[in-house]
């Protein structure tokens, strides 16, 4: 069994970015080393900090699915397919954020006054957008893969946005408070691709339940084998095409992430700290 979980909005309070409220079940999930493996918006630089902060080592999805990392050091996995980054590997499916920057440029000039990009702004803006610390800014600003787009144009420009992207092979994500553009792929892409790889090869791939509350863990949601949808405090919950499996918290953020995976593990009779002899 392996949970794939959002972040912002899921394990982390929309607006104070708290994870108290799951600790009780993330201590008891820990306890019976039931990987908990971050599947996020966030950059690796965010990521290092948070998994920090979480006391978690497993594997974590960055950018909306543009590369899974994971441990050098955690010999379960190996190097196929990957390349190493410090003390970690890394498998990516998108090009590098570098590769937008001309694009976006056009687009900018199309539809004037729409949208600004991160790399445009300075740390400032950031934290006024998000409520994260300077420092948190700036790691949410290091991207490798894709960009973060503050959109203030109308939903019809929006459409044109979008397809515009598409036409140049872009994948275009609707996060929390940001549009995410970058290289075809998605959470759910990334989490196919270490669920298959998560168990040494000849292994059959574990049970996964993919965790979120947003437009972009659509796909990620209907991938998985069991599907927690969490309420947004400001956003509608989007649409998931799934006929079963498929999970609704009763409260938003944290605590509806711990309620719903409770739910979850009774409805297929899995007990934590399992095997009483
Ligand atoms: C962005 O991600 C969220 C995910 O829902 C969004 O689009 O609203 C990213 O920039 C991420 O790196 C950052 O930590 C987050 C902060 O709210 O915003
Ligand atoms: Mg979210
Ligand atoms: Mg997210």
Redesign the pocket.
Known sequence: LVIYTDL??SLLDHHTYSFAAAEPLLGELAASSIPVVPC????RA?LSVFRHRLGNAYPFIIENGSAVYWEAADGSRTAADSERIDTLYRHRFVPAREHWRPILEQLGRDLDGCFTP?SAMQVADVVEL?G?SAE?AAA?MQREFGE?VHWRGSDEQLQAFSKALREHGAAVHR????I?VMGPSDKGRALQWLNDHYNDPGGSAPISIAIGD?N?DVPMLEVADYALLIRSPVNPLPAVDRDSGLFVSQEPGPAGWQQGLRDIFAHINFSLGGIVD
Do not use: I, P
């Open positions: 912002d909005g996020t918006s966030k950059t965010e991160f998000t994260l948190e949410a973060a996060g929390g408070r940001f995410h947003g972009n």
